[in-house]
């Protein structure tokens, strides 16, 4: 066969909290390395041979074996992956002519994207910033008051401070706020995140930090007490551009290497928990989209780092398409699974409104289809992860036919309760030999998008 000419992607594969990033990608490689066009459909694009697995460049490498194992052997879901990991490989795509692919993955954490918010900022920006977002919302004041009243006393002492303010994450972490900065607290540098339950708040504390270690914590004052105390905002001031050195600015390089994005939204939860929910999705969605478009200008060396409003097509690692994914689709019965899309549509409209030169897409997916329709309308059949009662179960072979009390709206209704709408979880349907991919549900499509 004639070689056409090699192509290269870098692929941001991100979403918000727990909307299976790691399963997505597993799964991806999957179909990409036991390729089988009546299992993974590639349309026009042709055929995948000579998969070859390679080592990136730099950043951790993605466990893909180790997740593969484990879904298929343990029959559960994959631990969370650590903090951001990159997948690559080459492989020949084609038919009669074909052209050599090379292949990144790069997963970012989507609880990362809120220290976006420091991207080229000082540290009495970043916290005047924070701060005002909080008290501009009164879901998040009812939780960070104490905090709030703290930061105005008079006298400030540091580990009053820090420790209030991580009592005030917490509770934003067990109220699924998104807006919870550093984000060190929210995902440890290990990849660890704290437990939502009231019983371990003093533990969660005490283990979670906001900063790079427990040395180096800091926390958002108001430029009142910044100028009360410079002594202490100047230590803080020292931690907080150490943090964004580590942890800030490597996420928006690596972000501005990358040409294509895909966003994973978990419709179900949050029509499950709620409106709230919904908004302060609306709202993380706004810092995937500011580190998106980040960009540095080169002219004799690196100058500066800062976003720079130029044409797509003059931009260094300009993204040129996103895919926006409607994760987890497998939960609604299939002939609910479009609305998904709409509500889709509605979430990303300011994101799509605000950008210039970028391909979009909207599709519902589920990179590991565990579920069936039921014969009942509305009905579903598989392996729930809980009963009735809410104790969880033990992985087993076991399916049962479960009803959803509500469809899918076509579109956002104008209000509704947490728990109005219920999407049980299960677990995974995936076969022990590596090389039987599991079933999917348009991971091909966002593919051929993609590529």
Not at 310 to 335: E, H, M, N, Y
Not at 391 to 413: F, I, T
Request: charged share 30%; glycine share 6%.
């Amino acid at each position: 066969m004639p070689k056409f000419y090699t192509q290269r992607r870098r692929i941001a594969v991100t979403g918000l909290r727990n909307t299976g990033k790691t399963v997505f990608i597993t799964s991806l490689i999957n179909h990409l390395e036991y390729f089988d066009p009546k299992r993974f459909d590639l349309g026009k694009l042709g055929i995948i041979s000579g998969f070859q697995e390679l080592t990136p460049k730099k950043g951790p490498v993605f466990d893909y074996a180790s997740h593969r194992l484990r879904m298929g052997r343990d029959g559960t879901w994959p631990i969370k992956t650590k903090d951001g990991s990159r997948y690559a490989c080459s492989f020949k795509l084609g038919g009669k002519w074909f052209s050599d692919f090379q292949l990144e993955l790069r997963d970012f954490p989507g609880e990362r994207f809120a220290d976006v918010g420091m991207y080229g900022k000082t540290y009495e920006v970043w916290s005047n910033d924070l701060l005002n977002a909080w008290m501009a919302d009164s879901d998040y004041i009812t939780h960070v008051r104490p905090y709030l009243d703290l930061v105005e006393q008079e006298s400030l002492d540091e580990d009053e401070l820090v420790s209030e303010y991580k009592h005030a994450l917490f509770r934003l972490v067990a109220n699924y706020k998104p807006l919870i900065s550093p984000s060190t607290f929210l995902l440890s540098r290990d990849g660890k995140q704290p437990s939502s339950s009231h019983k371990k708040e003093a533990t969660t504390v005490q283990e979670f930090f906001v900063g790079i270690d427990e040395h180096s914590q800091f926390v958002p004052l108001t430029s009142d007490a910044i100028e009360s105390d410079p002594d202490l905002a100047d230590e803080f001031e020292s931690r907080f551009k150490e943090y964004q050195k580590e942890v800030v600015y490597p996420l928006v390089e690596s972000l501005r290497e990358c040409d294509r994005m895909i966003v994973l939204l978990d419709i179900p939860m949050i029509l499950q928990t709620g409106p709230g929910t919904l908004n302060d999705s609306l709202e993380s969605l706004k810092y995937v989209q500011i580190a998106a478009q980040q960009s540095f200008l080169q002219e004799w060396g690196k100058l500066a780092m800062m976003a720079i409003p130029l044409p797509a097509g003059w931009r260094f690692g300009q993204i040129t398409k996103v895919c926006f994914v409607a994760a987890k689709s497998d939960k609604v019965p299939p002939d609910e699974r479009d609305n998904l899309v709409d509500l889709l549509r509605a979430m990303t409209l300011g994101s799509i409104s605000r950008t210039n030169g970028i391909k979009f897409e909207h599709i519902h997916a589920s990179a590991v289809r565990s579920t069936k329709g039921g014969q009942d309308p509305g009905s579903l059949v598989g392996r729930c992860m809980f009963d009735e009662e809410g104790r969880k179960r033990a992985p087993s072979d076991d399916e049962m036919e479960y009803s959803l009390e509500k469809e899918v709206p076509d579109d956002w209704p104008n209000t509704w309760k947490p728990n109005d709408y219920v999407f049980p979880d299960v677990y995974p349907k995936i076969p022990r030999p590596v090389f039987k991919p599991p079933k999917h549900s348009n991971l091909d499509e966002i593919l051929r998008f993609l590529l």
